[in-house]
């Protein structure tokens, strides 16, 4: 389950609560770097938490200076935001899933340990969904919505979204711009009754 090879030798969908609970961090963790297998991946995992020690310390010693180690090399700080952005969205995308399943009429844990699973390439999921059944328990739109996690996960959730983003940025780019006029300030109107009071004083004097 963990390095995502879609096998299984065992039905995990009768072990204990807690050893289910660990199988879905699995899922959500995933292999290696640079590997073909699905989930957060290690690396990321790693920095994340690194991450999370770094602001306890911080909170503890607010003038000390902290940084997200890998061993003894320092992960920059521009790194850091985009694996937090990354495993946010990934987070976020779990949850949309999940919500859309059960919407669907799917149960929690059918929907939540599956959409975990296609859009970590793991395969099986728990529930109604366990090794020991197939993908066919959830319905047609259900099995539509994770067919999307599943790209999600196999392309990456990024060159996913880029591959959609940039078709939009293109299209707007072939939009004529309509030219605007500068904005003016508005011309002040001459007061009528100051003109006519200089020409009564005119012909007053004449």
Known sequence: VATTLTTCAA???????????????FMFVGGMTGSTSGGIKQLRFRVVLGHLWRDLRQARQPRGVFLVRLGKTAVAESTVARIGAFVTLYIVIVLAGTLVLTLLGTDVLTAFSGVVSDIGLVGPALGEAGPASNFLVYDTPSRLVLIVMMFLGRMEIYVALLMFVTPVNALRARRPRRHRTPWQPPRPVPDRGSDRTSGNEATGEM
Request: no cysteine; hydrophobic share 55%.
């Open 11 to 25: 039905d995990f969908t009768t072990w204990l609560p807690s050893a289910q609970f660990l199988l879905i961090g």
